[in-house]
T-cell receptor
Framework: DTGVSQNPRHKITKRGQNVTFRCDPI?????LYWYRQTLGQGPEFLTY????????KSRLLSDRFSAERPKGSFSTLEIQRTEQGDSAMYLC???????????FGPGTRLTVL | TQLLEQSPQFLSIQEGENLTVYCNSS?????LQWYRQEPGEGPVLLVT?????EVKKLKRLTFQFGDARKDSSLHITAAQPGDTGLYLC???????????FGQGTRLTINP
């Protein structure tokens, strides 16, 4: 399978802990996006990368959130000092070029207790 | 801020019936996608429409992009239980092409 993969699929953590998620995009896709989806809502844009450069961050991405794509391949999303409001599905998507179709991974479901 | 409003948010119908889901905005989008999402999974692309007035068919599903590229509809003919899921419309703007999603329509087809 050469689709977008995300790990872990599920993460349960206690409030105040740090968590890190990983996304492996489709090979050779230059664009990588992170979205967050809360229950009963559509996904909301968080940030995106063009190769290793982070080009845009949503206002939803507070100081506790940081994303990297160090070699222009996989990406990580870290949340520090998690809060209960961070509980959501975190989705990663990739596309070959800016205007191309975005292909989504299966997501990481985060539960903060 | 670009927003997409989907209606209805919930729809439960009997197998064999037809249905239409709407996706509306006051903003113009360069393209619009429809995704389907199963519980615990990421959205899976069904179709992309890019031209005002464009109509695309995918078996029993018909997608239409409004002439002004501000709205779209998804019509399902003779719905089947396998059509059950969350249907999301998403608009792409100029430049970065980050997607703006509607809140989704949760469709249940009863046997």
């Amino acid at each position: 399978d050469t689709g977008v993969s995300q790990n872990p699929r599920h993460k349960i953590t206690k409030r105040g802990q740090n968590v890190t998620f990983r996304c492996d995009p489709i090979s050779e896709h230059n664009r990588l996006y992170w979205y967050r989806q809360t229950l009963g809502q559509g996904p909301e844009f968080l940030t995106y990368f063009q190769n290793e450069a982070q080009l845009e961050k949503s206002r939803l991405l507070s100081d506790r959130f940081s994303a990297e794509r160090p070699k222009g391949s996989f990406s990580t999303l870290e949340i520090q000092r998690t809060e209960q409001g961070d509980s959501a599905m975190y989705l990663c998507a990739s596309s070959l070029n800016p205007r191309d179709t975005q292909y989504f991974g299966p997501g990481t479901r985060l539960t903060v207790l | 801020t670009q927003l997409l409003e989907q209606s209805p948010q919930f729809l439960s119908i009997q197998e064999g019936e037809n249905l239409t889901v709407y996706c509306n905005s006051s903003s113009v989008f360069s393209s619009l996608q429809w995704y389907r999402q199963e519980p615990g999974e990421g959205p899976v692309l069904l179709v992309t429409v890019v031209t005002g007035g464009e109509v695309k068919k995918l078996k029993r599903l018909t997608f239409q992009f409004g002439d002004a590229r501000k709205d779209s509809s998804l019509h399902i003919t003779a719905a089947q239980p396998g059509d059950t899921g969350l249907y999301l419309c998403a608009g792409g703007g100029q430049g970065a092409q980050k997607l703006v999603f509607g809140q989704g329509t949760r469709l249940t087809i009863n046997p």
